[in-house]
Each structure stands twice: as C-alpha cells, then as structure tokens.
C-alpha cells in the first residue's frame, strides 16, 4: 500500500513520463517511441520532498507524491555447507605408511581418486 507524502495536483499530458527526482521535485520528461529517443526533463512542480531510504517515491494518478516499501526480489537463501570442488593435481602424489610407498594418486582430471593402481596410464 502507498501513503500520500504531498498533495500537489500536476495535470499530465500525452507522451511524457512523470517521476520524483532526486531533489524531490515532480520532473517530466518525452517519452522515447521506436526511432525517437527520449527528451530532456524539465521540472514541472518544486515540492522539496525529503526522501528516505527503503522507499520508492512516484507520482500517483491525482498528481500527487506517493511512496511505497521497497519489496526487494528473490529468495532467503538457507545457510547450506560450501561445496569443495576437488582438482586434479598435475603431480602424482604419494602416499607414504612405515616409509613404504603404498598408493599412488591417479594425475589425469578423470579419475582423481586415490588408487593402488591408476586405471589410465
């Protein structure tokens, strides 16, 4: 829902865009239409609106300065555990117990297992 935050009464016309700049003032501006690019904006009314954050600032169909809550899109993300991608090291690494090499890392990215035998030679 939307609260009014002043009452001004702009009259629009056809083809131009209304909005609240940043000074708080109401600003128009030509519409941009196929080929035509859009005009300068020109300032129709001086309200001096003091904006907040949290708050999108239009003008509404009477003419009049309105604001309404930010919704912010997406989804509350769930903490989820982080996800360790593993990398094929270049190297074949050697695992040693009482000093007697026992399995061999396998260096292609295929197969990244640790395995007495590596199945690609």
């Known amino acids: 829902?939307?609260?009014?935050?002043?009452?001004?009464?702009?009259?629009?016309?056809?083809?131009?865009?209304?909005?609240?700049?940043?000074?708080?003032?109401?600003?128009?501006?030509?519409?941009?239409?196929?080929?035509?690019?859009?005009?300068?904006?020109?300032?129709?009314?001086?309200?001096?609106?003091?904006k907040e954050s949290g708050y999108l600032y239009f003008v509404d169909k009477k003419g009049d300065i309105s604001r309404a809550i930010m919704s912010r899109g997406g989804t509350n993300k769930k903490s989820s555990k982080k996800v360790v991608k593993k990398v094929a090291k270049k190297t074949v690494n050697k695992v040693v117990k009482n000093k007697k090499i026992v399995k061999k890392a396998c260096a292609t990215k295929a197969c990244n297992k640790i395995t007495k035998r590596c199945k690609r030679k």
């Open 1 to 50: 829902m939307a609260e009014k935050v002043a009452k001004v009464g702009v009259e629009r016309e056809e083809g131009f865009l209304y909005f609240v700049d940043k000074d708080g003032d109401i600003s128009r501006s030509v519409m941009a239409r196929g080929d035509k690019k859009g005009g300068k904006t020109t300032k129709v009314a001086k309200v001096g609106v003091e």
